[in-house]
């Protein structure tokens, strides 16, 4: 079974903190990653892909490990508008949309 | 750009009524999704289309529920009749390679009272 597993939170974290937060999935084939953000009551936007070297999007870091089978997200300084839902997703070898697979999200708020 | 659209924004009917959803995908995506969104399960793939045509329905939970994409530009999620278990966000995507992420429409949000 494809699983993609998230702590719900929610991580209560001061302006200015750094914050991570992991993913773990079930399928050693998958692929492809992603963190995808969610406000409230929006729609979900993506965020960044994850490459096997690790990358980083200014405050942003996201890295993979295969062997233990988890991504991670790390925010640093952060900011205020950096509260929300990140969903981690999830590609498997087969493709397609069924290969696809969101986690249900970590919600993430920071406070002033 | 647009982005995806997505109409209504809202929609509240009762139950056994039926609802129908409309998407506008991006111009030149040539795939596009309908996911439902709860608290309790997430978000559900319900269908995808790749160029216009229905390749995986697995998702779709009933008969009550169809979905259509008549041309590259429109497609339609109907359900009918509706219940209240079917009280949700409804979401559009449309992407290119499943590799840079999809774009979702800003949602409908349904509620059947």
């Known amino acids: 079974r494809k699983e993609v597993e998230q702590d719900p939170g929610p991580f209560n974290v001061p302006e200015g903190a750094t914050v991570a937060f992991n993913c773990t999935y079930s399928?050693?084939?998958?692929?492809?990653f992603f963190w995808y953000r969610q406000d409230c009551r929006k729609e979900p936007k993506l965020l960044m892909s994850v490459y096997s070297s690790g990358n980083e999007d200014g405050r942003f870091t996201a890295q993979l490990n295969r062997a233990s089978q988890y991504i991670s997200l790390l925010i640093r300084d952060s900011k205020l508008s950096d509260s929300a839902t990140y969903l981690c997703?999830?590609?498997?070898?087969?493709?397609?949309?069924?290969?696809?697979?969101f986690g249900k999200g970590t919600h993430l708020i920071i406070q002033p | 750009d647009a982005g995806v659209i997505q109409s209504p924004r809202h929609e509240v009917t009762e139950m056994g009524q039926e609802v129908t959803l409309r998407c506008k995908p991006i111009s030149g995506h040539d795939y596009l999704f309908w996911y439902r969104q709860t608290m309790m399960r997430g978000l559900e793939l319900l269908i995808y289309?790749?160029?216009?045509?229905?390749?995986?329905d697995s998702g779709m939970p009933e008969d009550r529920f169809s979905a259509k994409m008549p041309n590259a530009s429109f497609s339609t999620l109907k359900i009918q009749p509706s219940e209240p278990r079917d009280s949700a966000v409804y979401f559009c995507?449309?992407?290119?390679?499943?590799?840079?992420?999809?774009?979702f429409g800003s949602g409908t949000r349904l509620t059947v009272v």
């Open positions: 995507a449309s992407s290119l390679p499943w590799t840079e992420g999809y774009t």
């Open positions: 997703v999830v590609m498997y070898s087969g493709g397609g949309a069924d290969g696809l697979t």
């Open positions: 399928n050693s084939a998958s692929q492809s």
């Open positions: 289309f790749n160029n216009n045509v229905p390749i995986d």
